[in-house]
């Protein structure tokens, strides 16, 4: 499994999102709809799934295999972290550029009518409880075919 180092560029996240779901800043809401926190339906699994998935050459979309979304089997083939990959880290890459998204859905409030997703920021924690209509970063996770994994020195 490959992870990005930072979030992406504002100038990658205007070429690859809608601009209904992004800010100024570069950050993209989960969803639009304050419902829903599927990672199915949400903007960032189709603009990382199609739009930036094209600027993979035919090798290294070879490479990839489907992802899997907490533990259920998807045909992504980028995603989002998780909080296990994120909590596995070592503390000197734990931390983005600035918070992102994760895949892993929180909570659904229904006094509020609020759906939750969760964050990792840019000192490494986690944090609970952000509505999906904020704007976050997005680093993209790649998973690699066995067969092209090789041991490094």
């Known amino acids: 499994t490959l992870m990005m180092k930072n979030c992406l560029s504002e100038e990658k996240m205007k070429k690859i999102f809608d601009n209904d779901y992004l800010d100024s ?43 899997y ?25 734990i931390a983005p550029d600035k918070s992102c998204w994760m895949i892993s859905p929180l909570d659904f409030v229904k006094q509020w009518g609020n759906a939750y997703a969760w964050l990792h920021n840019s000192t490494g924690s986690l944090f609970t409880w952000w509505n999906v209509i904020y704007n976050l970063g997005v680093r993209p996770v790649i998973t690699i075919k066995s067969d092209f994994v090789t041991s490094l020195s």
């Open 25 to 67: 800043d570069g950050g993209i809401k989960y969803n639009l709809d304050k419902t829903c926190n599927d990672w199915n339906k949400t903007e960032i699994k189709r603009g990382l799934n199609n739009e930036f998935l094209k600027e993979f050459n035919k090798k290294e979309l070879f490479m990839m295999k489907t992802n």
């Open 69 to 93: 979304d907490e533990d259920k089997y998807s045909i992504d083939y980028i995603r989002i972290p998780k909080i296990r990959e994120i909590e596995r880290l070592d503390q000197d890459k």
